[in-house]
């Protein structure tokens, strides 16, 4: 993977990729969740970057995309768009974990032409048929509640609730140790309350994938997907022996779900 770098006004983004010689290879874009950075997705990197051409990125406000002066999913999405427009990249298949998933939402939202597939991994839908009123003011009441906690014991239940396996776990415990509890706290309770602040209706015309750890016990998650498929009729896979962070957790049955998937496109 080739590291690089592009700025905005709001700050410097980092991003990977591993391009392939055959200009017709489809274009996987891995993006991880809140807190997480660009190593979540690094067993998908080995599968697919064979065969693909595939880009990840610390997102706006992670790991080494900092400081970043104002996140928002709609300043995330431009700026993914911005990536892409500079590697001459028009279509992409799309997998989003987390907050990933939002962020490619959105970008579906302002940019629906340029998705081959989308595929959320652990992430909620857009829409606000989804959520009640409850749902959302407790989303913008995280903040105050990771400052309630000891520095130490936040990070081991972040970690500890996300992952399911000892490699996911010290993935996640890893990209945690980026943070000042400060800057922890401040960037969680940003990227749920911008969640309830920018959600909306939206129309996905592309393929769409869904693949939910068995194990996800990170607020409603699981309820909310099994919701998505119903309303959508989108395919929805458990994935064993997986927590939050599933495709690290299983990887093997994630990627040969997303490789089965984009078969199929």
Same mark, same amino acid.
């Given at each position: 993977?080739?590291?690089?770098?592009?700025? $905005?006004?709001?700050?410097?983004?980092?991003?990977?990729?591993?391009?392939?010689?055959?200009?017709?290879?489809?274009?996987?874009?891995?993006?991880?969740?809140?807190?997480?950075?660009?190593?979540?997705?690094?067993?998908?990197?080995?599968?697919?970057?064979?065969?693909?051409?595939?880009?990840?990125?610390?997102?706006?406000?992670?790991?080494?995309?900092?400081?970043?002066?104002?996140?928002?999913?709609?300043?995330?999405?431009?700026?993914?768009?911005?990536?892409?427009?500079?590697?001459?990249?028009?279509?992409?298949?799309?997998?989003?974990?987390?907050?990933?998933?939002?962020?490619?939402?959105?970008?579906?939202?302002?940019?629906?032409?340029?998705?081959?597939?989308?595929?959320?991994?652990?992430?909620?839908?857009?829409?606000?048929?989804?959520?009640?009123?409850?749902?959302?003011?407790?989303?913008?009441?995280?903040?105050?509640?990771?400052?309630? %906690?000891?520095?130490?014991?936040?990070?081991?239940?972040?970690?500890?609730?996300?992952?399911?396996?000892?490699?996911?776990?010290?993935?996640?415990?890893?990209?945690? $140790?980026?943070?000042?509890?400060?800057?922890?706290? $401040?960037?969680?309770?940003?990227?749920?309350?911008? %969640?309830?602040?920018?959600?909306?209706?939206?129309?996905?015309?592309?393929?769409?994938?869904?693949?939910?750890?068995?194990?996800?016990?990170?607020?409603?998650?699981?309820?909310?997907? %099994?919701?998505?498929?119903?309303?959508?009729?989108?395919?929805?896979?458990?994935?064993?022996?997986?927590?939050?962070?599933?495709?690290?957790?299983?990887?093997?049955?994630?990627?040969?779900?997303?490789?089965?998937?984009?078969? $199929?496109?």
């Amino acid at each position: 993977m080739t590291g690089k770098t592009l700025s $905005s006004r709001y700050g410097t983004v980092h991003y990977w990729i591993s391009r392939r010689e055959n200009p017709d290879a489809a274009c996987i874009v891995f993006l991880h969740g809140l807190t997480a950075d660009h190593t979540l997705f690094d067993r998908q990197v080995d599968c697919f970057a064979r065969d693909y051409t595939v880009l990840t990125w610390d997102a706006p406000a992670h790991g080494k995309s900092r400081p970043y002066a104002r996140f928002t999913y709609a300043h995330a999405a431009d700026m993914l768009r911005a990536i892409l427009h500079a590697e001459h990249i028009d279509r992409c298949i799309f997998a989003g974990q987390s907050m990933g998933g939002y962020v490619i939402q959105m970008l579906l939202k302002r940019y629906p032409q340029i998705a081959q597939a989308f595929i959320g991994i652990d992430t909620c839908p857009f829409g606000m048929g989804y959520y009640s009123n409850s749902d959302l003011w407790w989303v913008e009441q995280m903040e105050p509640m990771c400052r309630m %906690f000891p520095d130490a014991v936040l990070r081991e239940s972040i970690a500890r609730s996300c992952t399911r396996t000892p490699y996911a776990y010290h993935n996640m415990h890893a990209a945690l $140790s980026h943070y000042g509890k400060d800057e922890l706290c $401040s960037l969680l309770g940003t990227g749920y309350r911008q %969640f309830a602040r920018e959600l909306c209706d939206i129309h996905i015309s592309c393929p769409v994938l869904l693949l939910v750890g068995e194990h996800d016990i990170t607020g409603k998650v699981r309820q909310y997907n %099994f919701a998505w498929q119903a309303r959508e009729g989108y395919p929805l896979h458990l994935i064993p022996n997986a927590a939050h962070n599933s495709n690290a957790d299983n990887s093997a049955r994630c990627n040969q779900l997303i490789r089965n998937f984009i078969h $199929s496109l």
